[in-house]
């Protein structure tokens, strides 16, 4: 399986501790919500990611695929 881009939102802004703690995505933060984009090798490093979130407490709101950017990392 070729590696998917995914933007993952969840709610809420997210502050700097936790912005770091996802420094392997590119993070955008909106006035109510916090989304990450990242390319994944496999559905199971997408599992990794979205059991991460919910680690944090955080509510998820939607994950998308969508086509790779080069400017995500």
Known sequence: MAPRT???TFAGQA???LRAEFDDCEVSVD???T???LEL???GALYGL???IAS???ELMDVTA?????DIH
């Not at 969508?66 to 080069?70: F, H, I, L």
């Open 66 to 70: 969508v086509a790779p950017s080069a």
């Open 56 to 58: 944090f407490g955080l």
């Open 31 to 33: 006035s109510d919500t």
């Open 6 to 8: 995914y933007e993952i």
């Open 35 to 37: 989304t990450l984009y």
């Open 41 to 43: 090798a496999d559905q």
């Open 50 to 52: 979205l059991q991460r």
């Open 15 to 17: 502050g700097t501790v």
